[in-house]
């Protein structure tokens, strides 16, 4: 049985550390800890430059729900071409209705500027009305990938309707575990769901090289430590990987 780990990270360090663990590829965006949006096409040049294996890249262009105004959907069109054009494997889009249904319409017009590349549905997907509708759209799309956590916040949460997922996918469409993946866990979903796809961070928390420190001072979220950097391990990555090889 072939499994894939997909490692997410935001920088060129975490990147080089999940392909060091053993990663077969990346998606890359910024701001991991808002969920990620899309990266700079410098950062992604850099870690091509960097690394050896596939890079997707997540297209989002703020925080927040899936509903885009026409302005957000040409900002999305215009980095779906950029990416592509610099060499992408991948990009990683979603885009909901209103009413919690798939923007099918939109989503069409989007994946013409990807052709060529594959294309991943993201964890839009875990706000959507009807995961099984979502399914059946994503696959007369041609979406390559659902990235999912069974409509939870953790996937752990959403094993059940991850195993059905996975049983209506009838191998058309990858399901993606995400969410909450990590060395703990990761032989349970695979087992529980019969999937062959996870989707992790990896990461660990270091210290910031800084002696002098301003803690009373915040730049973003008061509750993160500015002095707290967030990082990929490649042992972390390395832990699943032989999880997957001989505990499976």
């Known amino acids: 049985m072939k499994y894939i ?3 997410c990270v935001d920088s060129a360090e975490s990147a080089i550390e999940a392909e060091k ?3 077969d590829r990346l ?3 910024s701001n991991l800890i808002i969920g990620g949006t899309t990266p700079s096409i410098n950062l992604f040049k850099l870690v091509k430059e960097k690394v050896g294996i ?6 989002r262009p703020r925080f927040g729900d899936f509903l ?3 302005n957000e959907l040409e900002i999305i ?3 779906i071409q950029m990416f592509k054009e610099a060499g992408a494997n991948a990009v990683v889009i979603g885009v909901l209705k209103s009413d919690g249904t ?5 989503m069409k017009k989007l994946m013409n500027v990807a052709e060529g590349m594959k294309v991943t549905l993201h964890r839009a997907f875990d706000v959507c009305r009807d995961p099984f509708k979502t399914l059946e759209d994503a696959k007369t799309l041609g979406i390559d990938t659902i990235l999912t956590s069974g409509q939870k916040n953790k996937c752990t949460e959403g094993l059940e309707l991850i195993k059905e997922l996975v049983e209506r996918s009838k191998g058309k ?3 993606l575990v995400g969410s909450g993946v990590n060395s703990t866990n990761a032989d349970r979903i695979i087992k529980h769901t019969n999937a062959t796809s996870l989707h992790l961070s990896g990461r660990v928390d270091l210290d910031s090289g800084m002696e002098y420190r301003k803690e009373e001072v915040s730049m973003g979220l008061p509750l993160i430590s500015e002095y707290t950097i967030q990082r990929t391990s490649a042992e972390e990555i390395k832990k699943v990987r032989d999880l997957l090889v001989t505990g499976t």
């Open 54 to 59: 596939a890079i997707n890249v997540l297209i």
């Open 68 to 70: 885009y105004t026409e």
């Open 173 to 175: 469409v990858e399901i």
């Open 27 to 29: 998606e890359l965006c």
């Open 77 to 79: 069109k215009r980095e």
């Open 5 to 7: 780990i997909e490692a």
């Open 102 to 106: 798939l923007d099918v319409e939109n």
């Open 21 to 23: 663990g053993g990663a």
